[in-house]
């Protein structure tokens, strides 16, 4: 019996050492080891962070901390300069412009238009469109002023598939001064526009407008509107 016991206690030992040979290196639990920081102390432990030792794999939060991308920035809304409002709201609605337009060889014609103001563009624009009653002129204009520049701006478009883009101050004693150049099919050309109060009722407005030609400024129209 003594005997039996005794093969039996040297077999187990034999197959134990057998087992612990078949097992590799590197996941053998190295002896006297001492388990990693946890807790506060961990992140004070390693340069991986709070809460984790060196070498420690990122928990999931962490992880998605690291690979979240950051949200982009709002963008700025620009909210139109109030004055575009002030003067949509003053001079909108129909007008009936009279006048005349001048050749260039000291005659003229007669122009007759009919001329409607609104606000387009929630109070951006203000929109201006002729209509000649007299001629087969048409043309749209867009005006708006740029608060940081302290300055209007306007574009026409006509239906001859020619087109201004001019600039002014804005009302200075009594009188807007546009200046600005035309352009179109035949070329370019600069122009001059005036824009004047005529009359104590402020129901009229008196326009004229002159070209550089040949070295000199020259006369090419004046009309008066009335709502």
């Given at each position: 019996m003594t005997r039996t016991l005794a093969l039996v206690i040297m077999l187990s030992s034999a197959l134990a050492v057998a087992d612990e040979a078949r097992i590799p290196e590197a996941s053998k639990p190295a002896p006297n080891r001492k388990p990693p920081p946890t807790g506060a102390s961990a992140g004070s432990a390693s340069s991986g962070g709070p809460g984790r030792a060196a070498g420690a794999p990122m928990d999931r939060d962490q992880d998605m901390r690291v690979m979240r991308p950051m949200p982009p920035p709002k963008p700025i809304v620009q909210k139109p300069a109030p004055e575009v409002a002030a003067f949509g709201k003053q001079y909108a609605g129909t007008w009936t412009c009279k006048g005349n337009t001048m050749r260039g060889d000291g005659s003229s014609t007669p122009l007759t238009a009919s001329v409607s103001?609104?606000?387009?563009?929630?109070?951006?624009?203000?929109?201006?469109?002729?209509?000649?009653?007299?001629?087969?002129?048409?043309?749209?204009?867009?005006?708006?002023?740029?608060?940081?520049?302290?300055?209007?701006?306007?574009?026409?478009?006509?239906?001859?598939?020619?087109?201004?883009?001019?600039?002014?101050?804005?009302?200075?004693?009594?009188?807007?001064?546009?200046?600005?150049?035309?352009?179109?099919?035949?070329?370019?050309?600069?122009?001059?526009?005036?824009?004047?109060?005529?009359?104590?009722?402020?129901?009229?407005?008196?326009?004229?407008?002159?070209?550089?030609?040949?070295?000199?400024?020259?006369?090419?129209?004046?009309?008066?509107?009335?709502k």
């Open positions: 103001v609104r606000l387009d563009l929630d109070n951006a624009w203000v929109v201006t469109s002729l209509v000649e009653k007299s001629g087969p002129l048409k043309w749209t204009e867009y005006r708006t002023y740029d608060a940081v520049a302290k300055q209007w701006s306007r574009v026409q478009l006509a239906n001859t598939s020619g087109y201004v883009v001019s600039t002014s101050l804005g009302e200075q004693g009594g009188k807007w001064t546009w200046t600005g150049t035309a352009r179109s099919p035949n070329g370019s050309l600069e122009l001059r526009d005036y824009e004047q109060a005529d009359g104590k009722d402020g129901k009229a407005i008196k326009l004229w407008g002159e070209a550089m030609l040949g070295g000199s400024w020259t006369k090419l129209y004046e009309v008066t509107c009335r």
